[in-house]
């Protein structure tokens, strides 16, 4: 009888150990795996140039944002977008491709930051931007940082001027998207595919630009251009590509493709990936652009 007993108390308490595991299962299958419904979705907004602001809840990180109007002067058509930092909101970042200006505005970064806000960067450029007066997180290639709510990796990017740069993955809300800077064609887009696609938004550069500064010139895109962009979206495995750092004209030494944005719809269709043309100033919808 008391075996028996014993043999009781011992099975209630192993159940009762268990109740917390079923309920939180229970949990799983209600929702279907889905995220509870008071957890924040991640947004985006495209900024100027190559620049997107990454919201969630009151966290913000900021890619390559730019407001400088000197970096292009008259020659870039996108409106300036601001980046002020507001006392209600949370945690700021501020992630960089490379060191370029149109890459690394001091100004935007200065303005998306405030006083408590940190740049996120290669470990390459961490000197540089300390140097600049900021507080400086150096993050080395695939090294996952997790800030606030977001998870940043660095992953490889191509240089048109030979200098270091990287993309960046970031994942948070239940979405991941990768923002490409202005890097040109690379191999590596089948080992980012791989190791961390599908994603829900490729940030692409399209405008294929062609530099005149360096001697002899090369004739070659230091830049993807829209048909690459297309390529390198589906290697990533991208549900949408949105593209980004197009819109000079005019400027010495720097041309770019004609019609980008028709260029990289038709690429895109072809491979059968939607594309979305978000303004600057505006969120995406994370559906793809309609065509006419």
């Not at 150096?138 to 606030?148: C, F, G, N, R, S």
């Not at 940043?152 to 490409?180: E, L, Y």
């Amino acid at each position: 009888m008391r075996v028996a007993t014993r043999r009781q108390l011992l099975r209630t308490a192993a159940l009762a150990s268990l109740w917390p595991l079923r309920r939180v299962v229970a949990q799983l299958r209600t929702t279907d795996g889905a995220a509870p419904e008071s957890a924040p979705t991640l947004r985006a907004q495209r900024l100027a140039w190559a620049g997107i602001r990454l919201q969630l809840g009151k966290d913000a990180l900021f890619l390559d944002p730019l407001i400088a109007a000197d970096v292009w002067g008259a020659a870039l058509r996108d409106p300036l977008v601001p980046v002020e930092a507001k006392e209600a909101e949370g945690a700021r970042y501020v992630l960089i491709t490379h060191r370029h200006p149109d890459h690394f505005d001091k100004k935007a970064a200065r303005s998306a930051l405030g006083d408590t806000g940190t740049v996120v960067c290669s470990a390459d450029s961490a000197a540089s931007v300390a140097a600049a007066g900021f507080r400086v997180r150096p993050v080395a290639l695939y090294e996952p940082a997790l800030l606030a709510e977001f998870t940043a990796t660095p992953v490889p990017a191509s240089d048109g001027n030979g200098d270091t740069q990287v993309s960046w993955i970031v994942s948070g809300g239940g979405r991941k998207v990768i923002h490409c800077g202005d890097t040109m064609w690379h191999p590596q887009w089948w080992q980012i595919g791989r190791q961390h696609g599908p994603f829900d938004a490729a940030f692409l550069p399209i405008n294929g630009a062609l530099f005149g500064w360096r001697k002899p010139e090369s004739g070659v895109p230091a830049v993807l251009t829209p048909e690459q962009a297309a390529a390198a979206g589906a290697i990533l495995g991208a549900r949408l590509i949105v593209p980004i750092h197009y819109g000079v004209s005019g400027a010495d030494a720097y041309t770019e493709v004609p019609d980008a944005e028709a260029a990289l719809l038709e690429a895109a269709r072809g491979r059968g990936i939607g594309v979305e043309i978000v303004r600057p100033g505006d969120w995406l919808t994370w559906k793809p652009t309609a065509r006419g």
